[in-house]
């Protein structure tokens, strides 16, 4: 991954928080959490 990938994705994520925050009610970071847990705990039963 270059420099100028890796900034790209780090704004594309920064905006949709940024737009998620102001216009959506803010709960973007509890379900991505919420994903995240339940995507590592099926990982780790296939572990």
Do not use: H, S
């Not at 991505?32 to 099926?42: A, L, N, P, S």
């Amino acid at each position: 991954m270059t420099n100028q990938i890796a900034i790209a994705l780090l704004l594309l994520i920064a905006a949709a928080f940024l737009v998620d925050q102001v216009w959506l009610g803010g709960d973007l970071p509890l379900f991505v959490g919420k994903t995240m847990d339940r995507f590592i705990e099926y990982c780790a039963f296939w572990r």
